[in-house]
């Protein structure tokens, strides 16, 4: 049997109820040259006889059962290990696809012929409304070209996810790359993959859309908590360590670990109370210690949270975020009170 083009490795976890509409997505794409391994582990949320049922029926569908409850990491590590594809697409149970999306990524790549990592658009869907993803303007800027890392280091300011991109099969084997255990996996596979890729390309269109509030994966390793980030970003600190001529991705890493670790912080639900003291200050602790010799802060209000951060100041950060609070609260009563009919 010949190899697909694109390997989907799908991890059944499935919260919300929304693998169907993942798995209808997929079975819906115009370009057939794909297999998808759903990876079905023992947890709670892994529907097992959902993907067996899809499995019988659609011969692009093949199920992988663990017999352990390991987390998205290991499970994705063992479906890429039966993939058979040139390329590895990651996907969760909350992604769906446009129809034409395979089509578009494989038109693409006919253009380009082989690469390392396709980078391509995505969007996210909440509260009834679509939201752009972030690396649109970036996508755009590397237009045609095929890049590696050192032409185009604004790459590594980029979220690091692992489903808006097409890694190829053999970039994946050749590094051994497997996903740690843990929340936030993704960062040093999708860094790691970006520091050795020699062919990097970019379809600035949507190919995937995000179905949950924000991009954060809400399953981890047994064990895992908000605070594996920062041995992440570690992680790929180390590999930077040891490719110096690569140094002029170092700001770019920066500024989005940095903006990774504050986004987390201040989203409701991530960092505990109690924890909030001991989170900030190991984020302080790392812009101090990854801080790229001149260094630009953003600017605004966001350069003054980093200023902050710098400083391990942490009452006055807190004082700062409930001002602010406090701020937009004041402004929605004004624009309510304009709104108002007059009497």
Same mark, same amino acid.
């Given at each position: 049997?010949?190899?697909?083009?694109?390997?989907?490795?799908?991890?059944?976890?499935?919260?919300?109820?929304?693998?169907?509409?993942?798995?209808?997505?997929?079975?819906?794409?115009?370009?057939?040259?794909?297999?998808?391994?759903?990876?079905?582990?023992?947890?709670?949320?892994?529907?097992?006889?959902?993907?067996?049922?899809?499995?019988?029926?659609?011969?692009?569908?093949?199920?992988?059962?663990?017999?352990?409850?390991?987390?998205?990491?290991?499970?994705?590590?063992?479906?890429?290990?039966?993939?058979?594809?040139?390329?590895?697409?990651?996907?969760?149970?909350?992604?769906?696809?446009?129809?034409?999306?395979?089509?578009?990524?494989?038109?693409?790549?006919?253009?380009?012929?082989?690469?390392?990592?396709?980078?391509?658009?995505?969007?996210?869907?909440?509260?009834?409304?679509?939201?752009?993803?972030?690396?649109?303007?970036?996508?755009?800027?590397?237009?045609?070209?095929?890049?590696?890392?050192?032409? &185009? /280091? $604004? @790459?590594?300011?980029?979220? +690091?996810?692992?489903?808006? =991109?097409?890694? *190829?099969?053999? #970039?994946?084997?050749?590094?051994?790359?497997?996903?740690?255990?843990?929340?936030?996996?993704?960062?040093?596979?999708?860094?790691?993959?970006?520091?050795?890729?020699?062919?990097?390309?970019?379809?600035?269109?949507?190919?995937?859309?995000?179905?949950?509030?924000?991009?954060?994966?809400?399953?981890?390793?047994?064990?895992?908590?908000?605070?594996?980030?920062?041995?992440?970003?570690?992680?790929?600190?180390?590999?930077?360590?040891? &490719? /110096? $001529? @690569?140094?002029?991705?170092? +700001?770019?890493?920066?500024? =989005?670990?940095? *903006?990774?670790? #504050?986004?987390?912080?201040?989203?409701?639900?991530?960092?505990?109370?109690?924890?909030?003291?001991?989170?900030?200050?190991?984020?302080?602790?790392?812009?101090?210690?990854?801080?790229?010799?001149?260094?630009?802060?953003?600017?605004?209000?966001?350069?003054?949270?980093?200023?902050?951060?710098?400083?391990?100041?942490?009452?006055?950060?807190?004082?700062?975020?409930?001002?602010?609070?406090?701020?937009?609260?004041?402004?929605?009563? &004004?624009?309510?009170?304009?709104?108002?009919?007059?009497?």
């Amino acid at each position: 049997m010949p190899s697909p083009l694109i390997s989907v490795v799908l991890p059944a976890y499935d919260q919300q109820k929304q693998l169907t509409e993942c798995l209808d997505s997929l079975l819906a794409q115009s370009f057939r040259d794909f297999e998808v391994i759903v990876v079905v582990d023992r947890s709670a949320d892994s529907p097992g006889e959902l993907a067996d049922s899809y499995a019988a029926r659609h011969p692009h569908i093949s199920v992988l059962r663990l017999n352990a409850a390991v987390g998205v990491g290991r499970s994705r590590n063992a479906g890429a290990a039966h993939a058979r594809s040139e390329y590895l697409l990651f996907l969760d149970s909350d992604h769906a696809l446009p129809r034409d999306a395979f089509q578009a990524l494989a038109n693409r790549l006919h253009e380009t012929g082989p690469v390392d990592v396709l980078l391509f658009g995505h969007s996210r869907r909440h509260g009834g409304r679509d939201w752009p993803g972030s690396a649109e303007e970036l996508l755009s800027g590397i237009g045609d070209e095929v890049v590696g890392p050192l032409e &185009r /280091p $604004e @790459l590594f300011g980029a979220a +690091p996810l692992a489903w808006d =991109r097409l890694l *190829r099969r053999e #970039l994946w084997t050749g590094l051994a790359l497997a996903f740690p255990d843990g929340h936030y996996e993704e960062i040093p596979v999708v860094h790691q993959a970006l520091l050795a890729a020699t062919r990097v390309a970019a379809l600035p269109r949507e190919c995937v859309q995000l179905r949950r509030r924000h991009t954060l994966h809400p399953t981890g390793s047994p064990g895992s908590s908000h605070f594996d980030i920062f041995e992440q970003y570690e992680r790929t600190f180390e590999l930077l360590d040891a &490719r /110096p $001529e @690569l140094d002029a991705v170092r +700001p770019y890493l920066f500024t =989005r670990m940095i *903006r990774h670790y #504050l986004f987390v912080f201040d989203l409701a639900g991530c960092v505990p109370r109690a924890e909030r003291p001991q989170f900030f200050h190991r984020a302080a602790e790392h812009h101090r210690r990854f801080l790229p010799p001149g260094h630009q802060r953003p600017a605004g209000r966001e350069g003054m949270k980093f200023s902050l951060l710098a400083g391990g100041a942490y009452p006055a950060f807190e004082v700062a975020k409930l001002s602010h609070i406090a701020r937009g609260a004041v402004t929605g009563q &004004r624009r309510r009170k304009l709104a108002e009919p007059a009497a």
